[in-house]
């Protein structure tokens, strides 16, 4: 039954992260900053921008029609990091569009609009000042036609405009206070005093699990992706770890906080604040390219399989260690099959050591310290050759079994429990 229990711990520590859309909340969307960060079939917010770009923590954002006058009703939402924006709420929130490309231009879509009506455009059966309506029929291809948007970004700032007829139409914010929420999104052939658009990409996010390990608290887990930058979402932080001065213990090195990103081809171990297993969604930013710990010793496989230090013909040399428990407590980095490469679950990270720093250590212990403090002593293995010593300077016989103490062999220390 004990078996059974460490092998469904290792299990759970090794599980892969899945990569999925943020259909609940919150949501995580990245400024545009460029024409070319426009992608077909993906989800964008509008939101207005005031005069001074950095100096306001919330955007007045397109939250769905207003079905009384078809203009766009706008809420505010939050900016809690440099170009991320998150969604408060299920019940107040922002409502993305979905953009679909017709050759240079592009239809807007409002999924939570009735069907037939979802299309953001000029309303094609109406002129003058109705044609400042937002939502426009698109029950034809041609209403489609007449809808399709010319969009540009320069400098963060969205020029969002469509020609019906001789007209030019741009969407902007209508009102001239950005506090005023009670104004809406609209289409206007005039662009003076009313306030211009930036918009926001919903993020890819991939999820982790951690899993909690009675009685430390906190929980653990681990993440990998050679290709992608990761925002560390709440609750969580991400440590990468490197060999202490006597090679004999590993010590966290560089933490990266809520907020903060992990640099592509970053493993590293997760630390939870939850007493229970909880998956922490990371979004993938574009717009951060921060630099890797270079001392990290925390490896990782997008694709999982076999263990491996990156050289083929290095291998050999190494030790190799996964992240689990001993009778379902003392987490760290165990090694798998008594040293040799094992199989891993894609997207989380394992330890090798070289043979000669080692020494036949079967596991660098975490202590669960958020700043660089030493790890508990490692369990080690003496070699059945070897003489072996107490902390006296007595020879003991290594070939019976040795009782619970500290005991020296090549000059190293080795602790029996």
């Known amino acids: ?236 932080t991400a440590k990468t770890y490197i060999l202490g001065e006597n090679k004999d213990k590993v010590y966290s090195h560089v933490a990266y906080a809520p907020g903060d990103f992990i640099p592509a081809n970053s493993a590293v171990v997760l630390h939870g604040t939850s007493n229970e297993n909880k998956t922490y969604t990371f979004p993938v930013t574009t717009r951060h390219t921060p630099t890797r710990d270079p001392d990290n010793i925390l490896l990782g496989l997008d694709n999982g399989g076999t263990t491996t230090t990156g050289v083929e013909a290095e291998d050999a040399n190494y030790y190799f260690y996964k992240l689990t428990t001993k009778n379902g407590k003392n987490p760290g980095f165990y090694w798998g099959n008594n040293g040799d490469p094992f199989t891993t679950i894609a997207h989380k990270a394992y330890l090798a050591v070289n043979k000669l720093t080692a020494a036949k250590i079967q596991a660098f212990l975490l202590d669960g310290n958020t700043t660089p403090t030493a790890i508990t002593t490692p369990i080690y293995e003496a070699p059945a050759n070897d003489a072996v010593y107490d902390l006296t300077g007595r020879k003991v016989n290594s070939s019976q079994t040795l009782r619970r103490g500290i005991y020296i062999t090549n000059g190293k220390k080795f602790v029996v429990k």
């Open 1 to 236: 039954m004990k078996k059974r229990f460490i092998l469904s711990i290792a299990a759970m520590l090794l599980m892969m992260p899945q990569v999925l859309k943020a259909d609940g909340f919150p949501r995580y969307y990245e400024l545009v900053q460029e024409t070319e960060d426009l992608e077909s079939g993906k989800y964008y917010i509008i939101a207005a921008v005031p005069d001074n770009l950095e100096s306001l923590t919330n955007r007045i954002a397109y939250n769905g029609i207003n079905t009384n006058n078809h203009y766009g009703s706008a809420d505010r939402v939050s900016v809690p990091a440099t170009y991320i924006i998150d969604i408060g709420s299920t019940e107040k929130h922002a409502v993305p569009l979905k953009f679909i490309q017709n050759g240079e231009k592009w239809n807007l879509y409002d999924e939570t609009a009735t069907e037939g009506s979802q299309l953001i455009g000029v309303n094609t059966s109406t002129s003058g000042d109705d044609q400042h309506y937002l939502l426009a029929d698109a029950n034809t291809e041609s209403d489609k036609t007449w809808n399709l948007w010319h969009i540009t970004v320069n400098s963060r700032i969205a020029t969002i405009q469509i020609q019906k007829s001789n007209n030019i139409y741009y969407m902007r914010y209508d009102s001239n206070n950005y506090n005023d929420p009670t104004s809406f999104f609209r289409v206007y052939s005039l662009t003076d005093n009313k306030l211009r658009v930036m918009l926001y990409k919903e993020m890819e996010t991939v999820n982790a699990d951690t899993y909690y390990i009675a009685p430390d608290p906190g929980t653990l887990g681990t993440l990998y992706y050679s290709n992608k930058v990761l925002m560390v979402p709440e609750g969580v």
